[in-house]
């Protein structure tokens, strides 16, 4: 498999760590969830790359980006990170795959900069925010990996977790690289989860834009996809059956022949 090639930039003030999947064709950058370091994210990169470049961010206080009590770890800051990193390193507006707290940093981003992507590709977004139903993935248990992980006990909190099963060698990355999240970026996430407007910046975000769900795990309802159509019409919806939330990691055919289809569909 291309593993990918790692390296460094300093924007918007801070180091960003990137993995690059070299190929031909206008480039992809994909900003992962909450606690998904860009690493997790590679074998999806390494399919981008039989037919574009793709470039992998870690966000601030995962992996091997910046991270420390000095950073601000809400969403303007690491939407504003998305938009110096993709000008400092792609140029050309490309489509951007942004999965879970990734979805909400890209489609900021791109509300506030509309000429930053060619296209947007929202992986399961959270939908919680100001009156509106809760995340349903708890704090708690996030956390709760995260102890484990500092404790030496990841594999251990990852085989007991009521979460889906990923394979083995994904998991097994996983187990070891939640360490390098900061739990100060998980409570900022979890609060900007609830305490921003995902829907304005939906309708704010005036380029073409795939919504991909899971079936399970309730992060998007049908409720949802139903007003997010109403303030986007032309938004394209597909609900993944059998899958949860880490849809790319629990069953990766089924997701890369979606990715596939959008790439198609966006003429990408």
Known sequence: MNNGTGAHVRANGIRQHYLQFSGEGRPVVIVPGVISPAILWRHV????????????????????SEGGAHLDYGLDACATDLEAFIHA???TPPLILGHSMGARIAARAVARAPDLA????LVDPPTSGPGRRVYPIPLARTLGLLRAALR?????ALQASKARPWPEPLQQLRAEWLTSCDERAVHAAY??????????????????????CA??????SDADVEEMKRLRPDLHVTRLAGVGHQ????NFAQFSAELA???RRHCY
């Open 152 to 156: 030496g006990e990841a594999w251990e």
């Open 247 to 250: 849809m790319q990691a629990e």
């Open 118 to 121: 060619h296209s947007l590709v």
């Open 89 to 91: 390193k792609v140029g």
């Open 215 to 220: 079936e399970e795990g309730g992060v998007v």
């Open 45 to 64: 990169g390494a399919w981008f790359a039989e037919t574009r470049t793709c470039l992998v961010v870690d966000v601030r206080g995962r992996g091997l």
């Open 261 to 263: 289809a959008v790439l």
């Open 191 to 212: 609060e900007d989860f609830h305490g921003q407007d995902f829907f304005a910046d939906l309708a704010g975000a005036r380029v073409p834009i795939s919504l991909i």
